[in-house]
């Protein structure tokens, strides 16, 4: 009986052996043509991901060998871990799904948060994304705040969508580190329905937000007229639209401040990341790397991004892989105090 099992297992191993080769020898064209590949975004319909998603992937499948079809799905919750998980432990290994999960989703396992069923994003493989970003604090000029430093004696009603995302972790970093009092609004399926909710008067503003976002968007007819006001940027480094916007980083008063809120702040660098499930076959991985860094240089999309007025400047996978990895290098002591802002 011990035999028989031994022997079936060698059997289980020899095929699983077999199949990771044949996926190898299989060339990425004959295995993408005819296929469709899902591309998938953590967020409802209509918000700054969303609208990223579905203009790459108009032009990204041509850059495919074999040019499948991209299909773009919405698999919105828990501000897109629930796509994260999937991704990492349901989604097929093949190459034919990746998705956008927000930039600080990566970084959850590493503050503790309780969502992500991954203990270190390393384990995702990367694609890439199409903009370095800045996040701002947008507040409706009738709700008296002037100035970010207004915060530190006003309270201001913000809402947000998922604790691995910059609407909450940007506001909790912020008043556990700075004393701001910013009043947090959870449970919003994405960043569209956070601005629907400020235009209702359900909540007073919005911080980590996108400043590629508002470029295009309804707002900026808002910011044009001061009924929007955009008080701080939420990064390491200004946005040229922005020079008389203070950062964020202004306004630390000590070394560890410092290092806290860089730490919350080094994914804006990912922008809008690509990443697909654990295990794919290297040759697919490359493939999709390679037609992402080409539809990033493509004229018509570089065309229909520019009249959409969507920033691209694209980051690599590699680059996304060495910020993460250079995240969970940082002193433990000190991610721990992130961790208990941030919760």
Known sequence: MKTLRMFRRGLLTLSLCLAGGLAQAQSVEDFYRGKNVDMY????????????????????????????????????????????NWLYAIAPKDGTVFGMIARGVPLDPLFGNPG????????????????????????????????????????????????????????????????????????????????????????????????????????MKQIKDGSLLIIVQNSLEKHADLPDVPLIMDFVKTEEQRKMLSLVLAPQKMGRPFFAPPGLPANRLAALQKA????????????????????????????????????????????????????
């Open 41 to 84: 975004v953590g967020f409802s319909s209509g918000g700054g991901y969303d609208v990223y998603a579905r203009l790459i992937a108009r032009h990204m499948g041509r850059h495919i060998p074999g040019s499948p079809n991209i299909v773009v799905k919405n698999m919105e919750g828990a501000g897109s871990v629930r796509l994260a």
């Open 292 to 343: 992402f860094s080409e539809t990033m240089t493509d004229p018509e999309f570089v065309q229909a991004a520019d009249k959409m007025q969507l920033e691209i400047s694209p980051i690599s996978g590699a680059e996304m892989e060495s910020i993460i990895k250079d995240a969970y290098a940082v002193d433990p002591a000190l991610v721990k105090r992130v961790g208990d802002a941030i919760r």
């Open 116 to 219: 992500p069923q991954f203990k270190d994003a390393s384990a995702f493989t990367y694609i890439g994304s199409a903009n370095n970003e800045v996040s701002v604090c947008g507040v409706d000029a009738k709700a008296g705040i002037k100035t970010f430093s207004d915060l530190f004696n006003k309270d201001v009603i913000v809402g947000g969508f998922g604790a691995g995302t910059e609407s909450e972790q940007h506001v909790k970093i912020s008043n556990a580190v700075l004393g701001t009092r910013f009043k947090l609004v959870k449970g919003y399926p994405g960043g569209n329905d956070v601005n629907l909710a400020l235009s209702r008067g359900e909540v007073q503003g919005r911080c980590g937000w996108s400043w590629t976002s508002i470029r295009g968007a309804e707002q």
